[in-house]
């Protein structure tokens, strides 16, 4: 599995979700510290998108329960 930012699995082992979420938190990071938007409308805006990168890479660490049987 290849993953953005430059992460793969290493010799085709597969990530856990665990790995992969980890792995997205520290490319989100590498996004910055601070916002870019000069504009508070804009700075809004950078913010809503950052806080759905977020909300998409924790739902990436939730394990999916399945029944047995």
Same mark, same amino acid.
């Given at each position: 599995m290849r993953l953005?930012? +430059?992460h793969?699995?290493?010799d085709g082992a597969d990530i856990t979700a665990e790995a992969a979420s980890k792995?997205?938190?520290h490319c989100v990071k590498l996004? +910055?510290?601070r916002l870019?938007?000069?504009?508070f409308d804009r700075q809004v805006a950078e913010i809503q998108v950052r806080i759905a990168i977020l909300n998409g890479y924790t739902a990436l660490g939730i394990p999916v329960t399945?029944?047995?049987?």
């Open positions: 953005p930012c +430059g793969s699995g290493g792995t997205k938190m996004l +910055g510290q870019m938007a000069r504009d399945e029944t047995v049987g």
